[in-house]
């Protein structure tokens, strides 16, 4: 079984930055295919940033490249997103999702609880 606990969610002023932890727990992370997905009010969840094991990539929305860094670190089994400029529109709940068998898929099998980000203008 995979766990995904994410943390930095908050409230922050347009430009402003936050930084989104995901620890996982359950399984050998350094195979772990593991991303952010984000989710405003109204609106179907959509991804954000992650990597993928199969390929060795890393990939971003267009919407948040050049503000947006993902970074995956494998001694704390922790992936992090870095958010700077954010914008109104950033304002979701963000979730971390895993497939710790590494696949290409975005279809990720586990997900955490989600954290709260909203971008004040």
């Known amino acids: 079984q995979v766990q995904l606990v994410e943390s930095g969610g908050g409230v922050v002023q347009t430009g402003g930055s936050l930084r989104l932890s995901c620890v996982a727990s359950?399984?050998?992370?350094?195979?772990?295919?593991i991303g952010w997905f984000r989710q405003a009010p109204g609106k179907e969840r959509e991804f954000v940033a992650g990597?993928?094991?199969?390929?060795?990539?890393?990939r971003y929305a267009n919407s948040v490249k050049g503000r947006f860094t993902f970074v995956k670190d494998d001694a704390k089994n922790t992936v992090f997103l870095q958010m700077n400029n954010l914008k109104p529109e950033d304002t979701a709940t963000y979730y971390c999702?895993?497939?710790?068998?590494?696949?290409?898929?975005?279809?990720?099998?586990?997900w955490g609880q989600g954290t709260l980000v909203t971008v004040s203008s």
């Open positions: 990597y993928n094991w199969a390929g060795g990539t890393t």
């Open positions: 359950g399984r050998s992370f350094r195979r772990y295919s």
């Open positions: 999702g895993a497939d710790p068998d590494g696949s290409t898929s975005l279809n990720y099998p586990y």
